[in-house]
């Protein structure tokens, strides 16, 4: 492991920001810590660096324990929001700052500013200053200022929270690619669940203080270990009283079509009866919101366009529909 978070406890006055927190992160691996604001995330990246001491617990770093190190001896890049760049020297000058107070030999410096502007695709923006680039591309340069120096851990928090979507969606792209080229342990902390599953390879979900769950992005969507979980990484429906993912919800004009065709499907599965309160074009997708007939309760079915053009489906029909996939959550039996 990397990095080894052990029983980390931080208290603000009564108020528990880190609750006994235990994390392993394993080495070259990109991992998120995804939450919904307050759950302790930032709190949890900056103990990792050394920003925030620990009430108890540890940190291990590539085996070494640095709980009591500082943060400028535990051989971490960190970027934030809002990166800090010094607005007088230009980006050349920015990235080859850490490289320059260690005193490394010129040449070797120039090399290696020149190879990281190349990774973070600024190589014909060396000699403007921090003001004349767009926020995205302030970003990049933060990572190239944070990766100059070789660190054995990178972390970012919310690196990319005050751009616009797309080129939040842009940068996402662009940081998988920089991690897959160098494969530098990293940490994300993001409330943004899409960002967590499109980057990642490992996430962590926080909750007050706790982690819920770490796996791969595919795990915590298809077997969430409860329901925060479940519903924090994605959309839910409840269907019969179970909580399923829109997708999995299957439309059809009468109650034998609404059941699925797969094989091994229960026959006895619960088909509902619901009403068509709206139908949503969402580019590739359409979502169907509904209404259970027998209980009154909205919920809403995302099917693909051509299903929704074969099924031509209109406000105020009735339409028959059932899970054909149901999330095991622990606890729960895991069929409709
Ligand atoms: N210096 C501090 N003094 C008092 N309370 C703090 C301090 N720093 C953080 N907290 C509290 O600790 C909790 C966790 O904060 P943290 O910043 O780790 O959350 P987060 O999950 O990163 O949320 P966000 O996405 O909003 O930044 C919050 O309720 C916050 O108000």
Do not use: C
Request: glycine share 8%; charged share 25%.
């Amino acid at each position: 492991m990397e990095i080894s978070v052990r029983d980390a406890r931080k208290q603000y006055g009564d108020f528990v920001a880190l609750d006994d927190v235990s994390l392993d992160i394993p080495s070259g691996s990109l991992t998120a810590l995804l939450g919904p604001s307050g759950s302790g995330k930032s709190t949890l990246l900056r103990s990792i660096a050394g920003l925030e001491e620990l009430d108890g617990g540890a940190v291990v770093i590539a085996g070494d324990d640095v709980t009591s190190v500082s943060p400028q001896k535990r051989d971490i890049g960190f970027v934030f929001q809002h990166y800090a760049a010094f607005k007088h020297l230009t980006v050349r000058k920015n990235v080859a700052f850490g490289l320059e107070i260690r005193k490394r030999p010129k040449a070797e410096i120039d090399d290696r500013v020149d190879q990281l502007l190349e990774i973070v695709g600024l190589t014909g923006f060396q000699t403007r200053f921090p003001a004349q680039l767009s926020g995205g591309q302030r970003q990049r340069m933060a990572l190239a200022r944070a990766l100059a120096v070789d660190p054995r851990v990178l972390l970012l928090d919310e690196p990319f929270g005050a751009l616009d979507a797309k080129v939040r969606a842009d940068l996402r792209t662009w940081l998988r690619r920089l991690h897959d080229d160098v494969h530098v342990t990293t940490v994300l902390v993001t409330h943004d669940q899409q960002e967590a599953l499109d980057v990642a390879d490992r996430i962590a979900v926080m909750n007050a203080g706790r982690i819920e769950q770490v796996g791969t992005p595919r795990d915590l969507y298809d077997r969430p270990a409860n329901d925060f979980v479940m519903s924090f990484l994605g959309d839910v429906s409840r269907v019969n009283g179970q909580m399923v993912r829109p997708h999995d919800i299957r439309v059809g004009r009468t109650p034998e079509l609404a059941r699925a065709q797969e094989e091994g499907t229960a026959e006895s599965a619960g088909v509902l009866r619901a009403s068509v309160e709206r139908v949503v074009h969402l580019g590739f997708e359409v979502r169907v919101e509904l209404r259970n007939a027998a209980t009154g309760e909205l919920f809403f079915a995302q099917i693909t366009r051509g299903d929704n053009e074969a099924l031509g489906l209109t406000s105020g029909e009735t339409v028959y529909v059932r899970a054909t996939r149901v999330p095991t959550i622990a606890g729960s039996a895991g069929t409709v």
